[in-house]
């Protein structure tokens, strides 16, 4: 679109003229000076009419590149389309999908709802256009899929099962008794399901998201030792939490990640067990974006590694002949493969008999994770998933939020249903996404 007098001030330093369009958001405005190239100038020698005598010095002008991305227009459209349906018929506020290859990083698909019409911008956005978009109470200009900040719910149990196997706090056969939920003095730490999980180890816990053996993961209780929040964060971080992904789009949040002495400075308050148990299953203080739940769910899916996720694939003039951007790892062994595998076989049996267990259906194992995030006393609680298919050999991650969408289970989790379906029936290979 073409420049305010605001961004023009900026852009002048860097040698624009008024003229010029420039990127307004997303991929156009990351990638502003590669799609721009170099303009050419002349110095001419002219008559008494202006017109050109002879060519005194010339700079040839340098073509922008054409930029490439890993997006799939097919699947980012039915994508766009089943959230669409999913927020209209919910009466929900909005939305975000993320679907990413798991071995590379690269996004496939991203979309946030509600949205808007880039055309507007395309055609030259007029200021009256702009302040309405701006000031629309439904947010369309706010990217959900990197900037919202939303409590994970349970899919932080991914992290805090992991963080768990990892100290020795816990293995694959500890176990414990879950009766509905855990006393501490007055206060009362449910569990989901009334009466409980019965005995319980992590691979049931995750399947079922056992609050009660995440709250002993996390603070302590019976047989396991708890990890406590300094330990608790220290994963989360190792997992990509608290600081942007590096997603090469403009505007990603850090989420956040709470302690002892945050809450001491900052609500004046002591930290207490319950603050620890709250945040072992995704509660509490504890925030994320979709795309770092993305990232996280990538880690266990692909054996432990970390990537930066990319949106782009690369520069070049033609199709057949693009200068591909190299795979960045973050951190290439998370946690051990002992414990990607047996997270892994938990997020497996989520769906095989779990709370994910309307995807057993579909003609491709999924393994994935549900979650259920209270956010208000006022409002449904969001609703996430977050999963990868196949199984054996993960292709896609795919997660959903929907804003006070009541559960992971009632409304992600069949949206994902969808996805996968879509995926693996109608899109054919494409080598270019691996």
Sequence with gaps: GKMFDTEFQNYKKQ?????????????????????????????????????????????????GENIYLHIDS???????????????????????????????????????????????????????????????????????????????????????????????????????????????????????????????????????SVNTFFYAVGGGYENIEGLGVKEITKYGKKFGLSEPTGIDLIGESAGFLPSKEWKEEVKNERWYLGDTYHIAIGQGDILATPIQVANFTSVIANGGSLYKPRIVRGFGRRSDDVLEIQTEIINDQVVSKETVNIIRDGLRAAVTYGSAVSLSTLNVDVAGKTGTAQFSSKKEPHAWFTGFAPYKDPEIVVTVIVEEGEGGTITATPLAKKIFEYYFNEIPPKLDNL
């Design 15 to 63: 040698g624009y003229a008024i003229s010029e369009y420039v990127g307004k958001i997303g991929i156009e405005k990351q990638y502003q000076d590669e799609l721009r190239g170099k303009p050419g100038t002349q110095f001419v020698e002219v008559d008494s009419f202006g017109r050109v005598e002879r060519v005194l010095q010339e700079v040839k002008a340098v073509q």
């Design 74 to 208: 097919d699947l980012q459209k039915f994508v766009w389309e089943e959230l669409d349906r999913v927020i209209l018929e919910k009466e929900v506020p909005g939305g975000t999908v993320i679907i990413t290859n798991p071995q590379t990083g690269a996004v496939l698909s991203m979309v946030s709802f509600p949205g808007y019409d880039t055309n507007l911008f395309a055609r030259g956005i007029d200021s009256k256009s702009y302040k309405s978009l701006l000031e629309d109470l439904s947010n369309p200009l706010f990217n959900r899929a990197i900037s919202g900040e939303y409590p994970s719910g349970s899919t932080f149990k991914i992290v805090s099962g992991s963080a768990a196997l990892e100290e020795g706090n816990i293995t694959r056969y500890t176990s414990l008794f879950s009766s509905g939920g855990v006393q501490v003095g007055e206060y009362w730490f449910p569990d989901w399901k009334y009466g409980g999980h019965g005995q319980t180890n992590i691979i049931h816990a995750l399947a079922e």
